[in-house]
């Protein structure tokens, strides 16, 4: 019996081992309707990148968009934006914009690991965003409610902080093209286009993490559809940690459950990355109804991007 154990437990090692070296993400080709749509945006009038601290001492960059004006006979209010996978601030200036000019206080966010915060592509540890954002709250304080909104990957981690103990941050939270996993009902039908996945690596991490171990935690899990330009300016690999903390990873259901303040989303109707009509039906049957905003002819990067789409989000984030 002991010798059975002894084999059956050197073989899984070494099925672990494999998993780990060689069960990485493959290169994969670039995605025309991700990296394109940037190459015509005017980012003349971006603001200068400010920087806070956080708990670990690392210094993250936002971007402050002061708005000008009121919004309607409501009081101000700060909407906090968080990009998409493999992006940065700079790619919700054109959103940022617009709700600024709209009477809105925006802080367009380089989430760690992203942008000119951190080493791109990997993070500390699970639950590190969490712990970054309240810290951000915390150094940039305003006076009036605030309001998370996030985009595709970004909108998965903005309903994570919803169903988090840490809800009480914002009492509003927008979920643009919203992400909820490769098991979620909105998923892309077939292998993703955007990301080459790891699946025998993450399938390896997620075990080991379950027993405790996380020291192989930032090994490369997801490869994005990136052109040059993007391999070189954007995050083109998430690690595990990071695929793991920036969106809802394997509990979409449970984190829609648990979400507390408002709740809206919004998408594309000729979505190419997610399956937007599903999106109502998904989250009525994940426990909570609400209602869903699909904007015609728009794609999923359209949503941060074209007038029709940016239009429907002021409006969003002002009813």
Not at 55 to 68: E, I, K, Q
Request: include cysteine; charge should be neutral; hydrophobic fraction near 45%.
């Amino acid at each position: 019996m002991l010798k059975f154990f002894t084999i059956t437990f050197s073989v899984f090692v070494g099925l672990l081992g494999i998993a780990l070296t060689w069960g990485g993400p493959r290169p994969i080709e670039a995605m025309p309707s991700i990296n394109q749509p940037f190459v015509g945006v005017d980012n003349s009038t971006q603001p200068q990148a400010s920087h806070f601290t956080a708990r670990d001492g690392t210094a993250l960059a936002w971007m402050s968009y002061p708005g000008h004006g009121a919004v309607g006979d409501k009081p101000q209010r700060r909407i906090v934006l968080v990009h998409g996978s493999s992006a940065g601030a700079k790619s919700m200036h054109t959103l940022a914009r617009a709700l600024a000019d709209a009477g809105f206080q925006v802080a367009a966010l380089d989430i760690r690991g992203h942008g000119d915060s951190g080493p791109r592509g990997t993070i500390g540890y699970i639950g590190q965003l969490e712990d970054d954002l309240q810290d951000f709250m915390r150094a940039a304080p305003f006076e009036g409610p605030s309001t998370l909104l996030g985009f595709s990957s970004g909108a998965g981690f903005v309903l994570r902080m919803a169903g988090s103990d840490r809800h009480a941050l914002f009492d509003r939270y927008v979920l643009l093209s919203p992400f909820l996993g490769h098991d979620a009902p909105t998923a892309q039908a077939g292998p993703s286009s955007w990301a080459s996945v790891g699946t025998a690596r993450i399938v390896a991490l997620t075990a080991l993490n379950a027993l405790g171990i996380t020291h192989w935690n930032d090994l490369p899990v997801l490869r994005f559809a990136l052109d040059d330009y993007g391999r070189q300016h954007l995050t083109p690999f998430y690690s595990y940690a990071m695929m793991a903390n920036f969106g809802v990873y394997r509990d979409y259901s449970g984190a829609v459950r648990r979400s507390k303040g408002g709740l809206r989303v919004l998408a594309g109707r000729d979505d190419e990355l997610i399956q937007a009509s599903l999106l109502s039906g998904t989250f009525a049957n994940a426990g909570r109804p609400l209602p869903v905003t699909l904007v015609d002819g728009v794609t999923h990067i359209g949503m941060i991007l074209d007038t029709p789409a940016v239009a429907a989000v002021v409006q969003a984030c002002r009813d």
